[in-house]
């Protein structure tokens, strides 16, 4: 049973009133009054980055049109009117999900959490017939289970629209129409939208993968770093599942990497625009280029990663731009005046074989020296204990972690 006391007629910093009707009694009548939402008033945003890509997800998000942007924990702060935000939703390659801070408040108790979730007006962003789920963080309070603190927030919603409408909205922790974060450090809560509606790293054009296969934003972030001009053909001889030869193409095509998602969670925003989200969408439609075939090619020795990395391709390369072979790297003739951007394996004894990853990173290291005159190299080790085997003078070494793991990309220029 749902209490008036839920819906206190007080609430701060009132800028438009709206009135209810519950719609189970003609004697009870709710007044809501709503705020506008922090993002409203600020037009801030927090965009959730791996920290150690920030610097160049900062200059990536800046080139896009965000202002303002302050490095944090995890992140970035940057503030955009909402077609920057649309147009950083589909086309950042390295940031994971921006968030939109309704409002922010301190919670001591879950109870107080539920009361406080349910003054919010959930009709904003929600019917009844939407799905949404609830992502939560907790460090350092008095409430100490992330779950639980979801739980609550998810009661808050549904009880929210079971008084308003007499139905509720379904969860659907997939893909639902709703993501709404929940962050709780030292007892002060942060409730946002998910506006990209799950993380942006997931392209969808990765249909299968194999084994350790490279995370979307890394890849992207890898190809950044390297300085790849977009001219001098790629290939990537360890090409896995084709990651880093989407990333490629994607880049030199100037293609949204957001290209593929069905929908974002900025357009369950009460002031979303579809005018402005139209016309963002086609500037960046036009603004596509058609590559040759031989500027993104790759191989891998595996037939079944072979497979895999041509059927993601295909996912958006349909004219088949990209090369794929099946190839053993020590097969291969000569790789000259290429740009050589790869991840050999790692980590684990290599299958099939008596070698092991030291003598493999030495052959590796003799056919960048012999058969690669002309080429710049940017090899990614998932292991930096094998940059020593390789053998050759690196022009830098950067550092990117991968999965928990202190992985480096090293340059080599090959003359
Ligand atoms: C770490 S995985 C690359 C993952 C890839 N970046 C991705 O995102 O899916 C290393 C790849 O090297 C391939 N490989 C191992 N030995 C090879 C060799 N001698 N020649 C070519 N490919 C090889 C494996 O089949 C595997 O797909």
């Known amino acids: 049973m749902l209490l008036r006391s839920h819906f206190p ?3 701060t910093n009132c800028e438009t009133k709206r009135q209810f009707t519950w719609p189970f009694t003609t004697e009870v009548r709710l007044m809501f009054v709503h705020t506008m939402y922090i993002y409203q008033k600020t037009n801030r945003y927090f965009a959730q980055v791996a920290d150690d890509i920030k610097e160049i997800a900062a200059a990536e998000i800046q080139d896009l049109g ?16 909402p077609d920057v935000l649309y147009c950083l939703n589909l086309r950042s390659a390295l940031v994971h999900r921006i968030l939109a801070p309704l409002l ?27 799905t949404f789920a609830v992502f939560a963080t907790v460090s350092n309070s008095t409430i100490r289970h992330s779950k639980f603190a979801a739980l609550r927030l998810k009661d808050a919603i549904v009880d929210y629209f079971r008084a308003t409408t007499g139905k509720r909205p379904s969860i659907e922790t997939q893909s639902p ?26 392209r969808r054009y990765r249909l299968q993968t194999v084994e350790a296969p490279m995370i979307e934003t890394l890849a992207a972030a890898i190809l950044k770093a390297a300085e790849w001009d977009c001219h001098q053909p790629l290939y990537d ?16 095509t100037q293609t949204p990497p957001g290209m593929l998602r069905s929908h974002f969670g900025f357009e369950r925003l009460p002031d979303f625009d579809l005018r402005q989200w139209e016309q963002v969408k086609q500037a960046c439609s036009q603004n596509t280029i058609t590559i040759s075939k031989n500027l993104v090619a790759g191989s891998d020795i595996s037939k079944t990663a072979v497979a ?53 990173y030495k052959r590796l290291g003799d056919f960048l ?11 990614y080790f998932g292991d930096r204990q094998y940059i020593k085997h390789i053998g050759l003078r690196s022009s830098w070494k950067k550092p990117f972690s991968n999965g928990g793991l202190d992985g480096r990309l090293v340059k080599y220029v090959l003359y």
């Open 308 to 360: 895999a990395a041509r059927r993601n391709a295909n996912t958006f390369d349909q004219h088949g731009n990209i090369t794929i072979h099946q190839r053993d790297i020590f097969q291969i003739d000569k790789l000259e005046q290429k740009f050589i951007l790869c991840n050999p394996p790692y980590g684990v004894r290599l299958k099939n074989s008596q070698e092991d990853l030291a003598t493999f």
């Open 237 to 252: 001889p360890f090409c896995g599942s084709g990651t880093l030869l989407c990333e490629a193409y994607l880049q030199a």
């Open 104 to 130: 922010t408040f301190d919670c001591h108790s879950d109870r107080y959490l539920y009361k406080t979730a349910a003054k919010i007006q959930w009709s904003d962003f929600l019917t009844p017939d939407h």
């Open 66 to 81: 965000a202002t303002e942007v302050r490095l944090a924990y995890r992140g970035l702060y940057f503030e955009a009117s």
């Open 369 to 379: 020296k012999q058969r690669c005159r002309g080429s710049t190299a940017c090899i």
């Open 9 to 11: 007629p007080k609430y």
């Open 177 to 202: 129409d709703l993501w709404i974060n929940l962050r709780i450090h030292n007892n002060r809560a942060t409730l946002s939208i998910d506006t990209s509606s799950g993380s942006l790293h997931r």
